[in-house]
Every structure is written in structure tokens, then in C-alpha cells.
């Protein structure tokens, strides 16, 4: 990401591929980045919609393993949600808030 700006695109929308301009995989011609949780959701649509049918030795593994990442992040989202309604003072809600929210990526960490 470069200022906001979708950096495959660099906030453009679209792409200049042999066949002509492509509307942008990454922002979806947005010209803006996508947060973790849609860029995650996109990739594994994507990953699915490549392997199903296809016949290939792996399809069924593939196709469990992004039925059992969506099952984990809805979990650890739940986790946050009952953690959000823990008491301020209890650590352990923090911390495991904390783990959480950084396994699932919700929030961008912006460095100086």
C-alpha cells in the first residue's frame, strides 16, 4: 500500500496486461486497498473456485482447508467479541484479545 493507494494499480483501478487494461485483482478497480479480512475472503473464493470440479489429486484437501480457515477465524472472532465483553481490568481478556485480533489481522499496524 502506498499512501492509500492500491500498489498494484497504484490507485489506478485497472491493469495494462497483452489483452488491454484489466480492472485490478487487488482492488477490484477500486484504486484503494482492501482491508485483511476482504483480501483473505477474495483468496479463498478464488482458491475454491479453482479447485473445485477440477479433478486434481489435492481438490478435496483444498477445498477442506479453506472450509477449516473460515471455521477458525469465525471462532477467533467470537473469541474477540467475548473478550470485548470482559471486564477492562482482566489481563487475561486482554491478552488473548490481543492474540486474536493479531491472528486475524483486523487492524493494520501502521509504523513511524
Known amino acids: 500500500m502506498t499512501n492509500g493507494r492500491c500498489a498494484t494499480c497504484y490507485g489506478t483501478g485497472e491493469l495494462v ?4 487494461p484489466t480492472t485490478c485483482p487487488d482492488c477490484f ?3 484503494n486497498p482492501l482491508g485483511r479480512g476482504a483480501k483473505m475472503e477474495w483468496r479463498l473464493r478464488e482458491l475454491e473456485r479453482a479447485h473445485r470440479g477440477s479433478g486434481q489429486d489435492a481438490e ?5 482447508l479453506v472450509h477449516e480457515l473460515r471455521r477458525c477465524r469465525e471462532a477467533l472472532l467470537w473469541i474477540v467479541a467475548r473478550c470485548q ?10 491478552d488473548v484479545k490481543f492474540r486474536a485480533v493479531e491472528a486475524l489481522g483486523l ?3 501502521k509504523v513511524p
Not at 60 to 64: P, S, Y
Open 85 to 94: 465483553d470482559a471486564d477492562e481490568a482482566d489481563p487475561l481478556a486482554k
Open 107 to 109: 487492524y493494520d499496524v
Open 29 to 31: 478497480g477500486d484504486g
Open 17 to 20: 496486461t497483452e489483452q488491454g
Open 60 to 64: 478435496g484437501d483444498v477445498l477442506w
